[in-house]
Antibody, heavy 121, light 109 residues
């Protein structure tokens, strides 16, 4: 059974960079035609896709966040990571790592449990 | 950018009754639509993809229909565990975007 687990600081100061890692177990991140992505949910609000990385390394970002987002993959550790720069209070949210695909059915079929990141000084 | 609009924002239903949730896309997404259920403190769970295909392990009381711009999630007979928030998501213009609706909260009447 595939499992995803987010890790990283729960508190980030304004203007700094938020960094999270997702560790995938029960399957290989590079073995099949899936995308590995990040989705966030501000407290009491809806879901927002941040970006995704394909098993081949291609990246796709939400245009509204593209200038601040970097997603990378470390296949040797079966992990992928999110960096979001210049954070503000508006970036406070539960951050989920997730798997979606394969093409053409890009539904999100596996989710991490989520990690709350608060932006505050 | 495709905008997904869900209605109503809140739906009050008695246990055992039918619930009908709507999702509208600002332009056609064909049948490239999924539905998710989210309970408090939990990650969303995939219910339906391809507009009408139930995901593995999802009970038959959940059904999806529609294509193009109008979609419906129906829960035929609400059980206590079904009270939650439901989101639709389009993936028609992937890449490069996945878009979620704002959600419908199904609460006990």
């Amino acid at each position: 059974q595939l499992q995803l687990q987010e890790s990283g600081p729960g508190l980030v100061k304004p203007s700094e960079t938020l960094s999270l890692t997702c560790t995938v177990s029960g399957g290989s991140i590079s073995s099949s035609s899936y995308y590995w992505g990040w989705i966030r949910q501000p407290p009491g609000k809806g879901l927002e896709w941040i970006g995704s990385i394909y098993y081949s390394g291609s990246t796709y970002y939400n245009p509204s966040l593209k200038s601040r987002v970097t997603i990378s993959v470390d296949t040797s550790k079966n992990q992928f990571s999110l960096k979001l720069s210049s954070v503000t209070a508006a970036d406070t949210a539960v951050y989920y790592c997730a798997r979606h695909g394969p093409d053409p059915n890009n539904k999100v079929d596996y989710w991490g449990q989520g990690t709350l990141v608060t932006v505050s000084s | 950018e495709i905008v997904m609009t869900q209605s109503p924002a809140t739906l009050s239903v008695s246990p055992g009754e039918r619930a009908t949730l709507s999702c509208r896309a600002s332009q056609s997404v064909s049948s490239n639509l999924a539905w998710y259920q989210q309970k408090p403190g939990q990650a969303p769970r995939l219910l339906i993809y391809g507009a009408s295909t139930r995901a593995t392990g999802i009970p038959a009381r959940f059904s999806g229909s529609g294509s193009g711009t109008e979609f419906t999630l129906t829960i035929s007979s609400l059980q206590s565990e079904d009270f939650a928030v439901y989101y639709c998501q389009q993936y028609n213009n992937w890449p490069p975007a996945l878009t979620f609706g704002g959600g419908t909260k199904v609460e006990i009447k």
